[in-house]
Structures are given as structure tokens and as C-alpha cells.
């Protein structure tokens, strides 16, 4: 089960059934099944609350993700800074709606077992976040 909800924010504008059975899918693409997944959409100061207490880390992020996997079953908690998530947007020239796929894609591509933070992982992250974003046009009404 895939669970969405905001603190401190308004929730954004998606669409759930067709995001997460594009989550699924992608999972599916890792020979991946998906068990539960939160998603937490925050604002920035309250992912800087997040990253300080939990990870130790003093700076704004767009995205922290908790692993709980079971062997080929992803849980976890995802939590979103949809500010950063617009700044990152208009930084890189992207729609909104595009980078929080992005985004909300990327956690999901952790829980999987994709790293970004080694030598040559953040080109492997990049290209496996363009793949699923590609599916996007598979799942209809996203």
C-alpha cells in the first residue's frame, strides 16, 4: 500500500491511483513488489528538522527516503520538500509536475537499490529516473 500526506503543506496535485500503479510498475521493472511506502510531502523547513535529527545532516535536501525493505519487497518512508522541489524546478529549467515525478520516483529507485551518492552512481540514478519517467506516458490520466 502506497500512503500520501503533507505536513505543514498543501498536498500536491496528484493523481494517486495512476501514481502509484506507475510506482508499482517501476518497482516491477527491479523484480521488485511494493508492501508500504509513505510518502510525506513537507515543506523545507521541516525536511531541515527531519534531516538534522534523523541523519545528522544541517541542510535543506528534496528528498529523504527511510529503507525498510524485506528482501524483494520495498517498504519505507519517503518524505518530499515540495519548496526545494520548486526551487530545483525553476534552477534547472523543468515544469514543476516533472520535477516532483522526478522526485517522488527517485525514493522509490533507492528502496530498489539504486545509489547516487558513489563514484559514476549519480549518472546510473539519472538515467534509471529518465526510464521510469518515460513510463509515465504508459499510465494513463498522470
Given amino acids: 500500500m502506497i500512503t500520501y500526506s503533507a505536513e505543514g503543506i498543501r498536498m ?8 502509484t500503479a ?3 510498475a ?3 521493472q ?3 513488489k511494493v508492501g508500504e511506502i ?3 510531502f513537507v515543506n523545507d523547513e521541516k ?3 527531519v534531516n538534522r535529527e534523523y541523519l545528522g545532516h544541517d ?3 528534496d528528498i529523504i527516503t527511510f529503507d525498510y525493505d524485506e528482501d524483494d519487497v520495498i517498504n519505507g518512508d519517503i518524505v518530499i520538500s515540495l519548496d526545494t522541489v520548486r526551487t530545483n524546478a ?3 529549467g523543468k515544469q514543476y509536475d516533472d520535477e516532483l515525478h522526478r522526485v517522488i520516483i527517485h525514493g522509490i529507485l533507492h528502496l530498489c537499490g539504486i545509489d547516487d551518492k558513489g563514484p559514476g552512481e549519480r549518472e546510473i540514478m539519472e538515467a534509471a529516473e529518465n526510464r521510469a519517467l518515460a513510463m509515465l506516458g504508459e499510465v494513463s490520466d498522470l
Fill in 30 to 32: 527491479y523484480g521488485r
Fill in 12 to 19: 500536491p496535485q496528484i493523481k494517486k491511483r495512476p501514481t
Fill in 22 to 24: 506507475w510506482i508499482k
Fill in 38 to 40: 509513505g510518502y510525506m
Fill in 47 to 49: 525536511i531541515l528538522e
Fill in 59 to 61: 541542510f535543506y535536501t
Fill in 26 to 28: 517501476v518497482a516491477a
Fill in 90 to 92: 525553476d534552477k534547472f
